[in-house]
């Protein structure tokens, strides 16, 4: 939603040793303009695996990004991401989104999400 102070606030006392506590405080890190210090959170051997989620395409250009899906390396639980994430939107009509999207089996499910996502908008972020 655009609001960085908060989420860096948020995550800012989150312990770094905590493996539940990386990836989320990682992504909040990426948004913020810090990158190295999301990789260096993300390079935590407890998160291999991780890269086969929404994070590369925080963390990387997309044409890097989709170099690093791999469909059958994607845990089921990152499958709302896949769907519903709005940093996703630049790169939903790509190519190579749709195809991974259909690889995955979630083309009906994706459309649907969208669908749900227009009639559904985010709320806009407070003018301050």
Known sequence: MGRTD????????????????????AM????????????ALLAAPELEGFSDSLNWFVLEPPAQAFTKLDP?????????????APNLDPVRADPRFVKFIDALGLTEANARAQ???AAHPREKPAAK
Do not use: C
């Open 6 to 25: 908060e989420g860096l606030a948020i995550v800012r006392d989150w312990p770094e040793n905590d493996g539940d506590a990386r990836y989320p405080k």
């Open 28 to 39: 909040v890190l990426a948004q913020a303009g810090q990158r190295e210090k999301a990789m």
């Open 72 to 84: 059958a390396k994607t845990r089921s639980i990152f499958v709302n991401n896949w769907l519903f």
């Open 115 to 117: 669908a749900w996502r």
